[in-house]
């Protein structure tokens, strides 16, 4: 393949200061986009043992081996995780086992955008762009979900909790436009303080 | 605001993260032949559509989530979802027996044969 060097949609940009949150790009991860049908056996033992993982096949959730994950995206779709270094030599090894399957891989590393949110103030910075209730216990650690966040298309990776670690994937030509919008909403004046904590007011 | 349940992933959010895509249960004339369906067939396929007041079936898009396409059940006045369920099924039998005018005209058929779509 060419010679090409990746460069970061975000690399311009500097470390955000004066954030209720940790707000870094994570540039280091190769991304597969992995289609199959996760009924068909022949199909979830040639990725089991290229990846040594097993793919995630309850909705919204995620697995992982050493620097390897699996994130749900639909029920015949993945998104495979790997240490950017490695994508082609794990896209060639997973064409070479599915060989003959109905399936498909390509890789789409720098398809999406990964911004990484750290901090107590994650989840209620994330509430001001989503409708979903992402306080209650069913975003609990690994859960992935895909949806409209800020009014773009988004996927969340909840990578673990207390305190809470948060990847936000968005396509790459929005990466700007996310990234300022974390920034406007994370400032720490604009704090959420009490979200989900108010008793509700007596009738 | 819209509450809507994807019974394919499971996931739960308002309208924004779905995608309306017109009324459920519209089945295409079935034929090797397009000359074999006649103008009348064609066109209830393609524009005939029930308005009714109160309950109706439609399809939806899981569009900002798993992107896979399911059926719903909404009522028209209320706005409320009264059941999702999957692109290959037929509606919960209760909804079926709730369903007036056209609706209970197309469901009562297959009330009386059972599930299968």
Known sequence: MSDAQFESALQSREKPTGLSVELRERTSRGMIDLRGLPDDPQFMAAVKQTLTLDLPTAPRTSTAWGDIQALWLSTDQWLILCPRARTEELLSALRQALQGIHSFAVDVSDMRTIIRLEGDQARPLLLKGSSLDLLSADYEAGTVRRLRFAEIAALLHIVSQKPDVIDLYVFRSYADYAWDWLLANGRVVAEVRQFGKQASPAV | ?117
């Open chain 2, 1 to 117: 605001m819209l509450i809507v349940h994807c019974p394919v992933c499971g996931a739960e959010g308002d309208e924004t993260d779905f995608h309306y895509g017109g009324e459920a249960h519209v089945a295409r004339p079935a034929t090797r032949d397009p000359a074999d369906v006649s103008d009348a067939q064609q066109r209830d396929y393609l524009f005939m559509r029930h308005n009714p007041k109160g309950l109706h079936f439609e399809r939806w898009r899981c569009d900002r989530g798993c992107g896979k396409w399911f059926h719903a059940a909404r009522d028209t006045m209320t706005m409320e979802f009264k059941a999702t369920y999957g692109i290959g099924e037929l509606p919960p039998r209760e909804l079926m027996k709730a369903a007036t005018g056209e609706w209970a005209e197309f469901f009562k058929d297959k009330l009386a044969k059972g599930r299968k779509a």
